[in-house]
């Protein structure tokens, strides 16, 4: 679980640096499943 929650972190860093404003949409969309 850790592991796997280390590399969404990752994809969502290097998101925010490439396009902010989609790393926060998917940021919600992802919270709004959990």
Do not use: D, E, W
Request: charged fraction near 5%.
């Amino acid at each position: 679980m850790g592991n796997h929650f280390t590399s969404y972190q990752n994809i969502f860093k290097i998101l925010h640096v490439i396009c902010p404003f989609l790393a926060c949409n998917l940021y919600s969309l992802v919270c709004s499943f959990l």
